[in-house]
């Protein structure tokens, strides 16, 4: 086969994948198939099947794809600069979304699409980050941001610059949520001390703190609320105020 021809071939194979996702959606494709289509944003003319294939092949899931480190997707044959950087523009993209998705949204009820956005955005970080959203009087998301990066414990968060950061949004409520790089859910005493801290400071200045969540290696969050943590935390906190009050 000539150059034509086999060029001629692959432009009609990934047609046929763009006329697939019109027609039938995402959920027709494959993992494989998705990376592919997403690699040949970066080199359109090239035949990405076989580096598809062997980038799920050595990191398993769609996810580990799209979260691995550069260095390691160029380790692939046929993985190169132009498609990395098709990678990590939807990445990109995917996370702004979810992000601006959330926003104005009542806490309690979109819960779970907050989760998906801190899993899409901490999942798979070699290093730990502590991630904050706030929320007004009526638990109605404002914003999120990460605060702090690096080993998450009560001697590496400043409660000064989380507090500043809550008050330069007006927020009256914070959901914290911060990765376990080890991928396990279980919260370590570390964690437990760091949200007694932080309940204790915010407390101090009428701002609630809703729950603490743990990002691991899959779908799902450890919630502190949902476990009966906070409610022990809060207890033990009221009793300090009315301690020293």
């Known amino acids: 086969m ?28 494959t993992d494989s198939e998705v990376i592919e289509l997403l690699l040949t944003f ?20 769609l996810p580990a794809v799209l979260d691995a480190a550069p260095a390691e997707l160029q380790q692939i044959r ?20 979810l992000r601006q998705r959330i926003v104005g949204k009542q806490y309690v009820r979109s819960s779970r699409e907050v989760a998906d956005y801190l899993i899409h955005t901490m ?10 959203v706030f929320l007004d009087a009526a638990h109605a ?23 500043k950061a809550a008050l ?13 790089p080890s991928g396990t859910l279980t919260p370590s005493r570390q964690d437990e001390e760091l949200t007694r801290s932080l309940h204790l400071v915010c407390s101090f200045l009428h701002i609630n703190l ?29 009793r300090i105020l009315e301690r020293t009050g």
């Open 42 to 61: 970066g080199t359109p003319r090239s035949d990405c099947k076989e580096a598809a294939r062997s980038a799920l092949a050595r990191f398993e899931t």
């Open 210 to 238: 809703l729950d603490h969540l743990i990002i691991g290696a899959g779908d799902q969050v450890y919630s502190f609320a949902d476990q009966g943590v906070m409610a022990q935390i809060r207890d033990d906190c009221r």
């Open 78 to 97: 046929g993985i190169g600069p132009k498609n990395i950087f098709a990678l990590q523009f939807i990445q990109g993209v995917a996370r702004r979304y």
């Open 141 to 163: 998301i404002i914003d999120s941001a990460v605060v702090a990066e690096g080993t998450v414990t009560v001697n590496t968060v400043y409660p000064r610059e989380l507090i």
């Open 123 to 132: 999942r798979g970080l070699a290093h730990e980050v502590l991630t904050v």
């Open 2 to 29: 000539d150059k034509s021809a086999w060029q001629d071939k692959g432009e009609g194979h990934r047609q046929r994948l763009r006329d697939k996702f019109l027609t039938q959606g995402i959920e027709a494709f």
């Open 168 to 180: 330069a949004r007006n927020a009256t409520a914070l959901v914290l949520a911060h990765n376990h």
